[in-house]
């Protein structure tokens, strides 16, 4: 690149910290009369030929950690634990999955009434509150889960160690609820057990289910049950293409990701976990970071992929307190998110909570809870958001690697001339302009694809049928 200026290594370093985030200003830049912005940095190293597409410097400028957790992890300690390990339990995952935390059993005790049992990997029971690994997984407030890499909220020798069906036992903090006919519960508790899983993709349990086996089909009888109990108390379903994103020096690649009827029991059941554990803090004065969420801001009818994402913009944010509210997206009185504590640092708090009270011992107070909250929810926001932009990024990659495909779009939204576009099979929203109506489909091409502004021009393609 004649054309080009020859940075020297000092300037290139500038470059790159100012396109990471890492500092705001760049002589490099100045001279060149360009803005002195991550953008323009990012762009310039492209330009270069410094950074690759494959790059993405968006963790680094939300301050989200890539180095993985390294300190190191306590056995579990010697306690009285109820043993489950007659009763046959599964963690159903996504292929590939490499932390698996939570598993689920069914138990038959009479009376018109099923025990499910939601079986949850006893991370507290090696990290306690302001221990080493708490202060670190605060600090992240989640796992970064990156099309091109994973950074764990604990280190990798923990999930080893503490993850379900890793071993032929697992230690386990168990809710169980006592399940009528009509999905509500008689009676709920939370116990520490010993449990002996089984791991199966959502593929595999499905075939199960198809071939009705057991329990596969009593979870998927309760799951139904529970969801129509929710929905007629104003739970809001939403559903909308997922993706799964992965990508490497080489590529990037976009897959829609199936939803088999036991992907949605699966998530039934740790919806139940939560109610459950909610319940069982609130009986016994046990504070909480319980999920809340207010009311939707409008009514939103219809299974349309444009209502669904209507539906999903009337939701607010759901917020974490130390004391019980509802939760009126999921149609619950109470919830607290209890399934994912090696992936969730507010999940972690929960199971830390639940264990002290088990063990006799006073759980944190409601005021040092809520500095926790606070910490541990803004350090996740920025996870959460750096996975956002990079999934996004890589998505743009998967694109510009095939200039001629044309997409199938549908309009799901507009604002005056401009119209919102969803690309179903990619679940990549884009802008258009366009006067078509909410719901028209036609196939969209794109172009003038920016990786270091995360934009494009998508254009309707000829001959397309609106």
């Given at each position: 690149m004649t054309d080009q200026p020859e940075l020297s290594a000092a300037q290139r370093t500038e470059l790159e910290l100012l396109a990471?985030?890492?500092?705001?200003?760049?002589?490099?830049?100045?001279?060149?009369?360009?803005?002195?912005?991550?953008?323009?940095a990012h762009a310039l190293l492209l330009k270069?030929?410094?950074?690759?597409?494959?790059?993405?410097?968006?963790a680094d400028r939300l301050h989200a950690t890539l180095l993985p957790v390294t300190l190191p992890v306590p056995a579990f300690p010697e306690e009285e634990r109820l043993d489950l390990t007659h009763l046959p339990a599964f963690a159903i995952d996504d292929e590939g999955n490499k932390d698996p935390d939570d598993a689920v059993a069914i138990e038959k005790i009479g009376g018109g009434l099923t025990r499910l049992w939601v079986h949850v990997a006893d991370v507290a029971a090696l990290i306690a509150p302001d221990s080493p690994l708490d202060l670190e997984a605060r600090s992240r407030g989640a796992t970064l889960y990156l099309p091109d890499q994973t950074i764990g909220m604990v280190?990798?020798?923990?999930?080893?160690?503490?993850?379900?069906?890793?071993?032929?036992?697992?230690?386990?903090?168990?809710?169980?609820?006592?399940?009528?006919?009509?999905?509500?519960a008689d009676?709920?508790?939370?116990?520490?057990?010993?449990?002996?899983?089984?791991?199966?993709?959502?593929?595999?349990?499905?075939?199960?289910?198809?071939?009705g086996e057991e329990p596969f089909v009593t979870l998927a009888r309760l799951a139904r049950a529970s969801q129509e109990l929710r929905e007629s108390e104003g739970a809001l379903s939403i559903d909308l293409p997922e993706v799964?994103?992965?990508?490497?020096?080489?590529?990037?690649?976009?897959?829609?990701?199936?939803?088999?009827?036991?992907?949605?029991?699966?998530?039934?059941?740790?919806?139940?976990?939560?109610?459950?554990?909610?319940?069982?803090?609130?009986?016994?004065?046990?504070?909480?970071?319980?999920?809340?969420?207010?009311?939707?801001?409008r009514t939103v009818r219809g299974d349309t992929l444009p209502a669904q994402w209507a539906r999903r913009k009337t939701l607010a944010r759901t917020r974490f307190q130390p004391s019980p509210g509802p939760h009126h997206g999921m149609g619950l009185d109470l919830y607290a998110q209890?399934?994912?504590p090696m992936r969730r640092y507010l999940d972690l708090v929960v199971h830390q909570q639940l264990r002290a009270f088990l063990a006799g011992r006073e759980p944190m107070p409601s005021k040092t809870m809520s500095s926790h909250i606070a910490q541990a929810s803004l350090n996740a926001d920025g996870t959460r958001q750096a996975e956002r932009l990079s999934r996004r990024h890589h998505t743009l990659r998967f694109i510009a690697a095939q200039p001629e495909r044309?997409?199938?779009?549908?309009?799901?939204?507009?604002?005056?001339?401009?119209a919102?576009?969803?690309?179903?099979?990619?679940?990549?929203?884009?802008?258009?302009?366009?006067p078509a109506a909410v719901g028209t489909q036609f196939r969209v091409k794109f172009s003038d694809i920016n990786f270091s502004t995360l934009s494009s021009r998508a254009r309707i393609a000829e001959n397309s049928s609106q």
């Open positions: 990471r985030g890492k500092q705001e200003k760049s002589r490099v830049l100045r001279e060149m009369a360009l803005p002195e912005t991550p953008e323009a270069l030929g410094l950074w690759t597409e494959a790059r993405t410097p968006y280190p990798d020798a923990l999930v080893e160690q503490a993850g379900l069906g890793l071993h032929e036992t697992s230690p386990a903090l168990s809710v169980c609820l006592d399940l009528n006919a009509d999905g509500n009676a709920v508790d939370v116990v520490l057990t010993t449990v002996k899983v089984k791991r199966l993709t959502y593929s595999e349990a499905q075939q199960k289910l198809e071939a799964r994103v992965k990508a490497d020096e080489q590529g990037a690649y976009v897959t829609p990701l199936p939803k088999p009827e036991m992907r949605l029991v699966v998530q039934e059941c740790m919806t139940l976990a939560g109610w459950g554990a909610a319940i069982f803090a609130d009986d016994n004065d046990i504070p909480l970071p319980f999920a809340t969420q207010d009311y939707p801001t209890v399934t994912s044309e997409w199938p779009a549908i309009v799901i939204d507009r604002r005056g001339a401009q919102t576009v969803l690309i179903p099979e990619l679940a990549f929203d884009v802008p258009i302009s366009t």
